[in-house]
C-alpha cells in the first residue's frame, strides 16, 4: 500500500502565526489516521502556547484510545483557557471512523 504524506497548512485569520490559538495534527500509523482539531479561546501569544502544549500531548499520546486521549488532553490543559476539541481515528483498509468531541469553559 502506498504510503500517503500529510502536510498541514497553518495560516492565521488576522494576526500572526505566532498569536493563534488554533491547531491541526494530522498523524497516520500502523494502517490509521489520527486527525485532531482543537481551537483555543480567545487569541495571541497565551493562546498559542497552550495549542503547541496540545500539540505535544497529542504527539506523545495519540496512539492511545480515543476516551483516553481526550481525558488526558483535559488534564493536561486543567487551568489554561477553554476551548473545542475534536478528535477522530480512521482505520484505513476498512473506512472505520471513531471520534470524540468535547467543548471545554476552562481547562
Known sequence: MEKI?????????????????????????????????????????VARSIAVNAEEYLEANYQRNLIDVMNGLHKHLYGSRGGVVLMCRLDIPTGYTDWETSVYRNW
Open 5 to 45: 504524506e500529510y502536510a498541514m497548512i497553518l495560516r492565521a485569520l488576522l494576526w500572526d502565526v505566532s498569536e493563534c490559538g488554533d491547531l491541526g495534527y494530522i498523524k497516520e500509523y500502523d494502517n490509521k489516521c489520527f486527525v485532531c482539531l482543537i481551537d483555543i479561546l480567545g487569541h495571541g501569544k
